[in-house]
């Protein structure tokens, strides 16, 4: 089944240690992004990726990282959460000529 | 990239037609009109999308006034898992670099029995 996959899907954890959302996607699709969903916010891009080893910041990069070093994985790295970064986050993928983009189920994160 | 304005809320009777209007007077001549949904917390789910011409898919209609500034998406007969937010955007499309989709908020149609 063609999907995009998180994990966790729901993590709480303490202001400062360090953690990684994972997504992986099993359609070949080229471009890879974050967003979070906060209320009232809407969703906003954090980064995204055109492809293996190309990333670029979104709307809201401030406290995130992530790498790309395999076509299928795009994973996001908070190296020192605060209780800001307290969200709903989608990955989302899609091929580069393509009008639509597949959202994972989301991880809703709780940092204390 | 386009504003979109769309109702805050709608309600549909289940097995009628839900329109769900989208103003965006200041899409630009490449901008796409896209349209997602998104079902109490789950990941955004593509329906449609379209230039100029009015589309339709397996899921829904799209019908673009001649001028591009106001858009319907079309449910022809809703059902109850219909009930969910509905995003317009506009959005360009470079290929890969149509990735950052502006959500704005939505209309949160409730569809009732």
């Known amino acids: 089944e063609a999907q995009v996959t998180q994990n966790p899907r729901y993590l709480i954890t303490v202001t400062g240690k360090k953690l990684t959302v994972t997504c992986s996607q099993n359609m070949n699709h080229e471009y890879m992004s974050w967003y979070r969903q906060d209320p009232g916010l809407g969703l906003r891009q954090i980064y995204y990726s055109m492809n293996v080893e190309v990333t670029d910041k979104g709307d809201v990069p401030e406290g995130y990282k992530v790498s790309r070093k395999e076509k299928r994985n795009f994973p996001l790295i908070l190296e020192s959460p605060s209780p800001n970064q307290t969200s709903l986050y989608f990955c989302?993928?899609?091929?580069?000529?393509?009008?639509?983009?597949?959202f994972g189920p989301g991880t809703r994160l709780t940092v204390t | 990239d386009a504003k979109t304005t769309q109702p805050t809320s709608m309600d549909c009777a289940e097995g009628r037609a839900a329109n769900l209007p989208c103003n965006h007077s200041?899409?630009?001549?490449?901008?796409?009109v896209y349209w997602y949904r998104q079902i109490h917390s789950q990941g955004p789910q593509y329906i449609i999308h379209?230039?100029?011409n009015n589309e339709t898919n397996e899921m829904a209609s799209l019908i673009i006034t001649e001028d591009r500034k106001s858009s319907t998406l079309i449910l022809p007969h809703a059902t109850l898992r219909d009930t969910a937010v509905y995003y317009c955007?506009?959005?360009?499309?470079?290929?890969?670099?149509?990735?950052?989709?502006?959500f704005g908020k939505g209309t949160k149609l409730s569809v009732k029995p």
């Open positions: 379209g230039l100029k």
């Open positions: 989302a993928s899609s091929l580069a000529d393509s009008y639509e983009q597949y």
């Open positions: 200041t899409i630009s001549g490449n901008e796409y």
């Open positions: 955007i506009g959005n360009m499309n470079y290929g890969g670099s149509q990735g950052n989709l502006i």
